[in-house]
């Protein structure tokens, strides 16, 4: 038995794919948004976080 005969045999199986687009979206629209709004010194911070002072120039 093949695994889409699987799935075919699930009842309401088709809202699964739905559900999953809805969270990537979501997800990705709450990181859009945190992105532009966040504080721009912040992200400079965290920009400087792995050299920190420019220690390696």
């Known amino acids: 038995m093949k695994f889409i005969n699987y799935l075919e045999s699930i009842t309401g199986v088709g809202i699964y794919p739905l559900s999953s687009l809805?969270?990537?979206f979501l997800f990705f629209a709450i990181v859009t948004t945190w992105?532009?709004?966040a504080d721009k010194k912040y992200i400079e911070s965290m920009r400087e976080i792995p050299f920190p002072d420019?220690?390696?120039e």
């Open 35 to 37: 992105v532009i709004k």
């Open 54 to 56: 420019h220690e390696n």
């Open 22 to 24: 809805f969270i990537f």
